[in-house]
């Protein structure tokens, strides 16, 4: 079937051999993404900026083929290898790559000249450019050079210019990196407006998992160059399909649980943990016996004084820290469990007990086999 319009479907394979400080590593994906924002997550040498590299044209892969709204734009075996100027993909680095020897609104006219409907006349290039400037505020810095603006006033830059040159997809390298909290906001505002704008497909690389909770649509977990996982947001991140995922990914609490019971009419099952029994969703595919592990995300277990007798799904563990955190307290519990509270909960309910009930609800149990 043919890919859809406004859609990527890339199948790579870029290897680089063994040097004298670095191991042979090969890039090995099949990469599909339609108009959404998809996010790249991974550590460091997973191979996301090389996908980027190889979307774009500045890395050459030595098998496979591009697509990009199901014109080719890369096939090894014939021989095809369009220039990134071919290609018309919008590139944000890291340094938001503008120009700095020119002016904002010089930068904006050069991608305009560039881009398809930059042969007409230089008045329509100029309305364009200006209609730009006014939607991201940049109106009153068009004279500036990138020099004497701020990260944020960059990013709005880049991004106008990335318009302007009306690209048919949008890479971006980590784009917040080194940026405060409120400028991060106002980035994220900027992108979804520029998703709106565009209805192109963006793919986005980032090391931060709250970034990409806010912006993704579809995530792709890579490593060592090969896909661990792929889907919705909801679904990578609501059912890491292994253990070492959801490790990596650090946001969940992972405990050894066998299967107790199951009940396939009231679409529940019992889970023996730590010598505890709870309710979670019903198994289907596993049976009674069946051992593996408890995966809850830490921010959907709620902290409860212990009673002396449990009326919820609750585990009673012992309190082995707090700390303050940007979230509120981060409470930790023997295990490695952790969890998180409001500093006015932690004090008033919680603070002095030396064990403490989490309650678990059961739609956001997963089990991992």
């Known amino acids: 079937m043919a890919p859809l319009a406004k859609s990527i479907d890339a199948r790579l394979i870029k290897r680089f051999p063994a040097g004298r400080d670095s191991e042979a590593f090969e890039l090995n994906v099949h990469f599909r993404a339609g108009p959404e924002v998809t996010v790249l997550s991974g550590p460091s040498g997973a191979g996301k900026t090389l996908l980027l590299n190889c979307l774009a044209g500045f890395a050459r892969p030595d098998e496979g083929r591009i697509l990009v709204n199901d014109e080719l734009l890369f096939d090894a075996a014939a021989h095809i290898h369009l220039s990134p100027q071919q290609r018309r993909c919008g590139y944000i680095f890291q340094d938001h790559a503008l120009f700095p020897h020119m002016t904002v609104r010089d930068n904006l006219l050069f991608a305009a000249s560039a881009a398809p409907a930059g042969k007409g006349p230089a008045l329509n290039r100029r309305r364009r450019v200006q209609e730009l400037l006014a939607a991201f505020e940049l109106a009153d810095l068009a004279a500036r050079k990138p020099a004497h603006l701020s990260g944020g006033q960059k990013q709005r830059a880049a991004l106008a210019r990335i318009l302007v040159s009306e690209p048919r ?51 792709y977990l890579l490593d060592r160059g090969r896909v661990l996982q792929s889907g919705s947001k909801d679904t990578v991140f609501a059912r890491p399909e292994t253990l070492e995922i959801a490790r990596s990914l650090g946001i969940y609490n992972l405990l050894p649980a066998t299967i107790a019971a199951l009940d396939p009419g009231r679409h529940t099952s019992r889970l023996r943990v730590l010598d505890q029994e709870i309710e979670g969703p019903y198994l289907p595919g596993h049976l009674i016996g069946d051992s593996g592990f408890l995966c809850v995300r830490q921010s959907e277990m709620r902290v409860r004084p212990p009673v002396a007798r449990s009326s919820g799904n609750q585990l009673v563990l012992r309190l ?50």
């Not at 080194?178 to 690389?205: C, K, N």
């Open 320 to 369: 082995t820290g707090a700390s303050s955190s940007c979230r509120g307290v981060r409470v930790v519990f023997e295990h490695d469990v952790a969890a998180f509270v409001s500093e006015s909960d932690f004090e008033q309910q919680l603070r002095g007990h030396e064990r403490l009930a989490l309650e678990i609800p059961p739609s956001a149990i997963y089990f991992i086999a």
């Open 169 to 219: 997809l949008l890479l971006l390298d980590e784009p917040t990196r080194g940026l405060d909290v409120r400028l991060r906001r106002a980035f994220y505002d900027v992108l979804r407006e520029t998703h709106r704008r565009l209805e192109i497909p963006i793919v986005l690389v980032t090391h931060d998992l709250d970034e990409s909770l806010e912006l993704a649509d579809c995530v």
